[in-house]
């Protein structure tokens, strides 16, 4: 036999691979199947961004639920003459106080998979996974508010890491009621509507649910429960004076796992006024594992959201549900 | 998150082009099966990004091809689907090849298969490049992203094995020709 090795391989290699040809749905599978990473991934999104919650309970909760929140509150808050004066309803009577008024958030939501490798070759880079810039205004007492979410690019294994964090974009957001609306930058893009706050409208962008897990639900009040209950609070300090006076809060609590996520810490500080008792930040950190890593991600991820409160008291008005054409935003979470 | 008909360029892409990346994934992978599969988590993957990759889709999907090749299947150790081709088949696809002497060179075209599947992941990534892809040795180093001095040792330790795997087969261990890209030979 005089042929070459490389001949013979080459001729091979043609030969095993004739007339393959996939599967007319594979497209289709592939969609479904990266839907399926989705849900566990956007789970653990989902826990990891309760802080965005945190935000929608300032607008939410008090509105929701009407001055029985207040008395909810203080009620609590009057089971015993020490309890009164706890770091813990110091903070909840601020949360309270700032979610009756209007007021400008500016969010920045990053979910950073560490260490992340390419190849096994590859140097160890964080591949940032989720990212929110939002900027918007809102007015609980008419639970509307309208803002933008800068989209920059995420990094990726395919990436060139050069591009990451560039403005790739812009989304609109508007919140009316119990439903959002967004409309992704770029010719003929359509407003997007589902059912939901803005957490839902910025982290699942239309899913409905949220991981069921204790801690991480949509519903915001359970977040403000958490800090009643649950965890810890307590006055890290007192910084400057006067009417720059503010108070800083150092919170923590459990987060049970579920189908999604690992049971996890959630870990935070809130700034408040001192002078007017309205919050001024709240920062919120964890670190997430997916229950299923053979759908999900596996490795851990950690979860960064900041949120600045300013110009409470603005005047929020005119915020309209789009007109024309809408489509309503597929549940994500349930993969329809 | 984007509905299954924003990708509708992707559906096309796979349309026209779908039989040659299959083609390639099964090569890497080691069988069909494991090929559609390699190809599946490959699109998974392209449709995270198709944001930005929905110009060039193909290029981005063969790279993934090969960096799920040579990452992620690595850790799954999937057995090779051609080892389990049995008699019957060995028979058939003798016959079809119409010849007396068949039999023997269907077997020669066996081994080096199962052969090139048992190689590491990287040495049978770069030989694909290099002999089904036809590619260089740069444009093989580019795909995969690594040194061309890594594409050589890979290139060269691999062929070293296959020549042993089919040492029985007598074939000449001197190369005569070298592919180049376009697919010509020189």
Avoid at chain 1, 248 to 270: A, E, R
Avoid at chain 2, 121 to 131: E, N, S, T
Wanted: glycine share 10%; hydrophobic share 40%.
């Amino acid at each position: 036999m005089s042929r070459t090795i490389e001949d013979l391989l080459a001729a091979s290699m043609r030969e095993e691979v004739a007339g393959l040809t996939p599967a007319p749905d594979l497209v289709a599978r592939a969609a479904r199947r990266r839907r399926q990473r989705s849900r566990a991934r956007l789970a653990a999104s989902a826990t990891g961004t309760a802080g965005i919650a945190a935000a929608v309970a300032i607008a939410v909760t008090v509105p929701s639920a009407g001055p029985g929140a207040n008395r909810t509150g203080t009620g609590a808050d009057r089971t015993g003459g020490s309890a009164a004066s706890s770091p813990r309803v110091r903070l909840v009577a601020a949360m309270i106080t700032s979610a009756q008024l209007s007021y400008r958030l500016h969010l920045v939501n990053t979910s950073t998979l560490p260490g992340h490798r390419g190849t096994p070759t590859s140097p160890r880079r964080d591949l940032i996974t989720w990212y929110a810039d939002y900027t918007g205004v809102y007015n609980p007492r008419t639970s509307s508010g309208a803002g933008v979410n800068i989209m920059r690019l995420q990094s990726g294994t395919l990436g060139n890491p050069k591009f990451y964090g560039k403005v790739d974009g812009h989304m609109q957001v508007r919140i009316i009621g119990d439903h959002y609306y967004t409309r992704f930058s770029g010719k003929d893009q359509p407003w997007m509507t589902g059912r939901g706050a803005l957490v839902q409208a910025l982290v699942l962008n239309g899913g409905r649910a949220w991981s069921p897990t204790n801690g991480a639900s949509a519903d915001p009040a359970v977040l403000l429960a958490a800090l009643r209950h649950l965890g810890s609070v307590k006055l890290a300090g007192k910084n400057g004076t006067g009417g720059q006076a503010v108070d800083t809060y150092d919170f923590k609590y459990h987060i049970d796992g579920d189908g999604s996520v690992k049971p996890h810490q959630l870990t935070g500080t809130i700034v408040v006024h001192d002078k007017s008792n309205l919050i001024a930040r709240i920062t919120m950190q964890t670190k997430v594992t997916s229950a299923q890593p053979q759908l999900g991600d596996r490795g851990w991820f950690t979860f960064r959201t900041v949120m600045t409160f300013s110009d409470y008291g603005l005047p929020v008005s005119g915020v309209h549900a789009p007109a024309g054409r809408l489509e309503q935003e597929k549940n994500l979470l349930l993969g329809s | 998150v984007r509905s299954e008909e924003s990708f509708e360029g992707l559906s096309a892409l796979v349309a026209h082009r779908g039989a040659a990346l299959l083609a390639t994934a099964t090569l890497l992978a080691g069988g069909p099966a494991a090929g559609e599969d390699l190809l599946q988590a490959a699109l998974e993957r392209v449709m995270r990004q198709w944001h930005r990759v929905k110009d060039e889709p193909e290029i981005y999907l063969r790279r993934t091809i090969y960096h799920l090749a040579v990452d992620q299947w690595r850790a799954r150790r999937r057995r090779p689907e051609v080892l389990g081709k049995t008699e019957a088949e060995l028979e058939v696809a003798a016959l079809r090849a119409g010849q007396p002497d068949g039999t023997d060179a269907l077997h020669l075209r066996l081994a080096l298969i199962q052969g090139l599947a048992q190689l590491p992941p990287r040495q049978r990534a770069v030989l694909v490049l290099r002999y089904w892809e036809q590619l260089s040795e740069s444009e093989a180093a580019d795909m995969l992203g690594c040194s061309l001095g890594t594409v050589k040792s890979s290139a060269s330790r691999g062929l070293a094995r296959l020549r042993e795997v089919t040492a029985a087969w007598a074939v000449e261990d001197t190369p005569k020709r070298k592919p180049v890209v376009n697919g010509a030979w020189s």
